[in-house]
């Protein structure tokens, strides 16, 4: 059974940081693009970054150059980085797997972010 948690959200102001972790189970991590999406309120969840299987990774407009993602295959762990946060960061952030050949997606339960000014 594929499992997706995430970890690391919280409260903090405008201008500081967060590192969002998430970690799956089975063979899901090693065989799948894990990325990042976030959904605010009355929004349609958006992708924020992705990163490949090799390491190439890919960023929304939004927050490049702000968030950086990586993974760790010997924790079966995703990060997501994220410095000078902004009020429009404030969402639901959620960890996705899409895996190689069916593309099926798997996700985690999200976890909040809440940038306060």
């Known amino acids: 059974q594929v499992q997706l948690v995430e970890s690391g959200g919280g409260l903090v102001q405008v201008g500081g940081s967060l590192r969002l972790s998430c970690a799956s189970s089975?063979?899901?991590?090693?065989?799948?693009?894990m990325g990042w999406y976030r959904q605010a309120p009355g929004k349609q969840r958006e992708l924020v970054a992705t990163?490949?299987?090799?390491?190439?990774?890919n960023y929304a407009d939004s927050v490049k150059g702000r968030f950086t993602v990586s993974r760790d295959s010997a924790k079966n762990t995703v990060y997501l980085q994220m410095n000078s946060l902004k009020s429009d960061d404030t969402a639901v952030y959620y960890c996705?797997?899409?895996?190689?050949?069916?593309?099926?997606?798997?996700w985690g339960q999200g976890t909040q972010v809440t940038v306060s000014s």
């Open positions: 996705n797997a899409r895996r190689l050949g069916d593309g099926r997606n798997y």
């Open positions: 089975g063979s899901i991590f090693s065989t799948s693009t």
């Open positions: 990163i490949f299987i090799g390491g190439v990774t």
